[in-house]
């Protein structure tokens, strides 16, 4: 039987409900918009990774780490009311936001 995952902080909070919003965002980003030190968001997402609830894909240079929920972390945010919210997305969206 596989363990529970760990329970999701206050910090880490906003970063799921912007993750459930936006579809995907950067760290970079993510830093920019809940206003925390980039090494602050990097250590809560690889904490969100390990309990299967987000994944990065891919890394551009504005944005970088590209970050989404896994269907673990929007079936979380689903649950926990946190599928909206989000501060507004300063930076564009869309496929050819690099």
């Not at 999701?8 to 993750?19: G, H, K």
């Not at 309990?51 to 551009?60: C, E, F, L, Q």
């Not at 079936?75 to 926990?80: R, T, Y």
């Amino acid at each position: 039987m596989t363990p529970p995952p760990p329970p999701v902080t206050a910090e880490q909070a906003p970063i799921i409900r912007c993750l459930a919003c936006w579809t995907d965002g950067g760290d970079r980003e993510l830093a920019e918009d809940l206003n925390m030190p980039i090494a602050t968001v990097k250590y809560h997402l690889d904490n969100l990774k390990s309990a299967g609830y987000a994944t990065s894909s891919s890394y551009t240079p504005a944005y970088g780490n590209m970050w989404h929920l896994t269907t673990s972390g929007n079936a979380f945010a689903a649950q926990n009311n946190l599928g909206s919210g989000a501060p507004v997305r300063r930076r564009p969206t869309g496929p050819y936001r690099a």
